[in-house]
């Protein structure tokens, strides 16, 4: 019973570090004491870390850092003074000069840091996260995707995207129209050539618009696009419309509408939630 006890501990904890290891937002764990004891590539990238700060103490690291005295110091009242209903929203200037948003949110524990970055005291996972199989009602069987699939007159193709974990592109034709779904997707050559092919003609386009061109430079591998991007998407495929899905969660309805507004075309836009779009 202890055997199989700890191989299902020691799975929960590999699939929550596999998790970790593909956010695009950054993470980082730390002990009761202040001690770092993790980082996850996206959070050693958003910092700029040059060095390993695994084992040393937040303060250590961060304390002495020109201009984040906000950051530093929501972040050691999260760990050490164990405030309830608090939040707050501070700043933190990386190494790259990149201004960092971080929400603390503070109910109970773990310590949620909410934004780019989540800050947080782990727990031993009792069960994996996403739930795991065995918590389903019923049979469950995996069957690997093999397109194309028919569901009656809709027919269903796919190709490999591009993003950390690995990504699906989709598209649904049905009674002559058809719809190409590319979100989780960074634009690079080979991928984007086929993507472009794919879309070939297609009605409508749901593309990956999360980043702003000079944020997608600080943000290369993350596995998200550009809107302008989608742009020359929708041009070199000659599809009908395209609407921008994959916001940035930091981004206001205001803000998006004022990118939109940039774009200056009628054949592209931001997603609403809750719309609906009908094909002619």
């Known amino acids: 019973m202890t055997d199989k006890m700890d191989d299902k501990a020691n799975s929960s904890s590999e699939l929550f570090y596999d998790i970790m290891r593909n956010l695009s937002e950054g993470v980082i ?22 060095e390993d700060i695994l084992g040393k103490k937040f303060s250590e690291c961060f304390l002495e850092q020109p201009g984040n005295s906000g950051f530093v110091d929501s972040f050691m009242d999260a760990v050490y003074a164990r405030a309830e209903g608090r939040e707050s929203i501070v700043s933190y200037r990386g190494g790259k000069g ?13 310590y949620n840091v909410k934004g780019r970055c989540e800050v947080y005291e782990p727990k031993p996972l009792k069960e994996p996260i996403p739930v795991c199989f065995s918590g389903y009602q019923g049979e469950v069987q995996i069957e690997p995707l093999q397109f194309p699939i028919r569901l009656g007159e809709l027919l269903i193709e796919g190709i490999q995207g591009n993003h950390p974990g690995g ?28 993507l472009k092919d794919f879309s070939q003609n297609a009605d409508l386009i749901l593309y990956d618009g999360q980043y702003e061109p000079e944020e997608y430079e600080r943000k290369k591998g993350f596995g998200h696009s550009t809107a302008q991007m989608g742009i020359r998407l929708l041009e070199e495929s000659g599809a009908s419309f395209m609407l921008l899905v994959h916001h940035d969660p930091l981004s206001t309805d205001e803000e998006l509408r004022k990118r939109e507004e940039g774009l200056g075309r009628s054949d592209i836009r931001y997603a609403r939630q809750g719309e609906t779009v009908e094909l002619r």
Do not use: C
């Open 29 to 50: 764990t730390v002990s009761p004491k202040g001690v770092i004891t993790y980082i996850n590539p996206a959070g050693r990238a958003i910092l700029d870390l040059k």
């Open 98 to 110: 990149e201004l960092l948003l971080y929400q603390v949110l503070e109910i109970g524990e773990p």
């Open 167 to 194: 990504s699906v592109i989709m598209r649904l034709r049905y009674q002559g129209r058809s719809i190409v779904y590319a979100t989780d997707y960074e634009h690079e050559e080979g991928s984007f050539a086929r």
